[in-house]
């Protein structure tokens, strides 16, 4: 189960081929409680990889118990098109991210990540660091 998060993040999320989605997926995918197929993700990447078009993540470490993965990420790029709320502003980012995937029949069925968006707001200069 491992294996095919690290496959999705990489051949999916970061390259885009979305041709790949049903190897990793059950035809009834729900992000965040909301229904998922390989349009709405490609809408959903667009927009993100316009924000940070250099996006990277790395895999800092993978827990799987029953039929869930956990990953705990940290995501990086830069700001270099509108998004976060905010025109560009040319910053670097760094933050974390915790992915729950659930599977059912070998695919995942069921995505709950979580990013650190006020650490990235931090880093654009959008909300004062805290003392």
């Known amino acids: 189960m491992k294996a095919l998060v690290r496959g999705y993040l990489r051949e999916i999320l970061i390259d885009g ?13 729900t992000f965040n409680g ?3 197929d390989p349009q709405a993700f490609r809408a959903l990447r667009e927009g993100f990889f316009a924000a940070l078009p250099d996006f990277t993540f790395r895999i800092e470490e993978q ?11 940290t995501l990086a790029g830069t700001h270099e098109g509108r998004g976060f709320g905010l025109p560009p502003t040319g910053r670097r980012v760094s933050y974390a991210g915790i992915a729950f995937d659930r599977f059912a029949g070998g695919k995942i069925v069921e995505m709950r990540h979580f990013t650190d968006d006020a650490a990235v707001l931090r880093q654009l200069g959008a909300v004062p660091r805290l003392p």
């Open 63 to 73: 827990v799987a118990e029953g039929n869930t993965v956990v990953t705990r990420l």
């Open 34 to 36: 909301r229904a998922m």
């Open 17 to 29: 081929r979305l041709e790949a989605w049903p190897r990793y997926f059950g035809p009834s995918l």
